[in-house]
């Protein structure tokens, strides 16, 4: 696949492009309101293949990423998975990421270009390990599949895949000759799958997806779910500054596994129950959407700032994912947003189904 070829494809369903970050990506498809109703209601199509991608292999695969990640790795049978991150020594995250235990090795996913730095972080205490990373980014391409109706596509398709399907858990079809790893995802807060194929298919998948009745969906659909389901984004709601549980990431720490980078500073703040800051929802009485970085105050005193902010389709009213210090994580409770009145701490998500 060459990206022109699939850009071509996008354009042709009416995609709208805008840079993100440095690359190009398809805001919408004519209708960011009716694409975001769209995964609510039946089948959305988002192209993620830009997604960062590192192939872990070698004997001692498993025990190095073990003691390198806050969740589990040995013990993960082949075709399951989980979420995890990596952390400093002193438990900020350098990184968030998705494990897939593959017959090849271990593959891990991270938000677009972290791929470098998580492979940079992990290589520095490679020593006498017989481990092999690789970055192996755009050599398969990943769609996801959102909405109540993806599981009935992707049946009629590839094959049924079990509603039992765990979170991250993969299995394999064939579409034709050639495999499509299914894995159950949701970054929208509806049901989800990400389907990934050799580069080289990809437009052929494309194709059969549209074909059989689902509808690409652009970024600004997407990130309107994902902040509606009060899902943090690393680089957006989640960086160094903060230990994983000030960032709403408690499900991507397995707290009896054992040594890992971090744990120290990670467990000592789960058991004393006393995260430094805390990642909330906020209910803007404004009609604007604030940047990122926002300050929030109490008074005059800066307790925080705003991190994802949108329109809520769901509320019809503006809401934000915010990081607020110790104290002002309490539902009910109102701050003051610089550059637009008050706010509401409310509990997240904002919208569930």
């Known amino acids: 696949m060459t990206v022109t070829t699939l850009r071509s494809a996008k354009l042709s369903a009416g995609a709208v492009f805008e840079r993100i970050g440095g690359a190009e990506a398809a805001a919408h498809y004519g209708d960011a309101a009716s694409e975001y109703a769209t995964v609510r209601e039946a089948a959305g199509l988002v192209d993620r293949s830009d997604r ?19 969740n589990t790795v040995e013990g993960l049978e082949s075709g399951a998975g989980n979420y995890a991150t990596m952390t400093t020594p002193r438990g900020q995250t350098l990184s968030d990421v998705w494990v897939y235990h593959r017959a090849e090795g271990f593959l891990l996913e991270t938000e677009p270009g972290l791929q470098a730095k998580l ?16 970055d192996v980014t755009g050599i398969q391409a990943t769609f996801g599949l959102h909405g109540p109706g993806s599981r009935g596509l992707i049946a009629r398709m590839l094959g049924e895949v079990s509603s039992d399907l765990a979170d991250c858990h993969t299995v394999v079809r064939g579409l034709g000759r050639t495999d499509v790893s299914v894995t159950a995802r949701s970054y929208t807060g ?10 080289d298919h990809a437009l052929r998948l494309w194709n059969a997806l549209t074909s ?80 990122a970085e926002t300050p929030l105050r109490d008074g005059e005193r800066q307790i ?30 109102f701050l003051t947003v610089d550059g637009g009145g008050r706010a509401e701490v409310v509990r997240l998500p904002f919208f569930r189904r």
Request: hydrophobic share 40%; proline share 6%; charged share 25%.
């Open 190 to 199: 509806e049901p989800g799958y990400d389907l990934r194929i050799e580069a």
């Open 212 to 291: 059989a009745g689902a509808r690409p969906v652009g970024t600004r659909a997407v990130e309107a779910l994902r902040i509606e389901s009060g899902i943090p984004r690393y680089g957006v709601d989640v960086d160094e500054r903060v230990v994983p549980l000030e960032a709403g990431l408690c499900h991507a720490v397995d707290f009896a596994k054992g040594c890992f980078i971090g744990q120290e500073t990670i467990a000592k703040m789960h058991n004393l129950g006393k995260p430094r800051r805390y990642l909330v929802g906020l209910r803007l009485e404004a009609d604007t959407v604030p940047p």
């Open 304 to 333: 925080g700032w705003t991190t994802s902010s949108v329109r809520s389709p769901a509320l019809g009213r503006v809401v934000s994912l915010a990081s607020v210090r110790r104290g002002y994580e309490q539902p009910g409770q």
């Open 119 to 134: 492979m940079a972080s992990l290589d520095k205490y490679l020593i006498a390990d017989d481990v092999h990373i690789k």
């Open 52 to 70: 960062g991608h590192l192939l872990v292999t070698g004997s001692d695969r498993a025990r190095f990423l073990h003691g390198m990640f806050s």
